[in-house]
C-alpha cells in the first residue's frame, strides 16, 4: 500500500538548520522553549517570504526546508489562512511535535537560502544548485 504524503515546507534559521542537521536530516526540534505551536507551510514561495524578509535580516541567513509528511497525519491539525490563500500554514501543537517528526517520510530537504548582507542592507538568494547538503 502506498502512503499518501504532502510536501510541506518550513522557514529555518541557522540555529534550526543545525538541529536539523544534527538530527541526520529526519527531524525538527523546538525553535524557543516557550514556544506553543510548530507552524509547516503549505506553499513554497510563503516560507521563501520568511525566510528572506524575517529570518535572514535577523540571523544573517534564512532558509527554507522541504519535506513529505503522512498526508493523514498532518490533516488532523489546523491549517490556517495568514492574509492571503497562497500563505497557508498547518498549525502543530509542540507537544505533538515529536509525533511529526515520526510522520515525516524520508529527508528533510533545504531548498532555499538566503543571505543578508549586514554592510549593504540588503538580501541575496543563493540558489539551490550552488551547495549540496546531503
Known amino acids: 500500500?502506498?502512503?499518501e504524503t504532502l510536501t510541506l515546507y518550513k522557514p529555518l534559521t541557522p540555529i534550526q538548520l543545525a538541529a536539523v542537521i544534527e538530527s541526520g536530516w529526519r527531524s525538527f526540534s523546538l525553535d524557543h522553549p516557550s514556544q506553543k505551536n510548530f507552524y509547516?507551510?503549505?506553499n513554497k514561495n510563503y516560507a521563501d517570504l520568511v525566510a528572506k524578509m524575517w529570518s535572514?535580516?535577523?540571523y544573517s541567513a534564512g532558509y527554507v526546508a522541504e519535506l513529505?509528511?503522512?498526508q493523514h497525519f498532518i490533516e488532523q491539525y489546523e491549517l490556517q489562512s495568514i492574509a492571503y490563500d497562497?500563505?497557508?500554514e498547518y498549525r502543530i501543537?509542540?507537544?505533538d511535535l515529536n509525533k511529526l517528526?515520526?510522520?515525516i517520510i524520508g529527508?528533510?530537504?533545504v531548498i532555499s537560502a538566503f543571505h543578508f548582507d549586514i554592510f549593504q542592507h540588503n538580501n541575496t538568494f543563493i540558489e539551490q544548485n550552488t551547495w549540496s547538503f546531503h
Open 86 to 88: 497562497d500563505q497557508s
Open 40 to 42: 509547516l507551510k503549505v
Open 1 to 3: 500500500m502506498m502512503i
Open 101 to 103: 517528526n515520526q510522520h
Open 93 to 95: 501543537p509542540v507537544e
Open 56 to 58: 535572514a535580516p535577523k
Open 68 to 70: 513529505e509528511i503522512e
Open 107 to 109: 529527508l528533510i530537504d
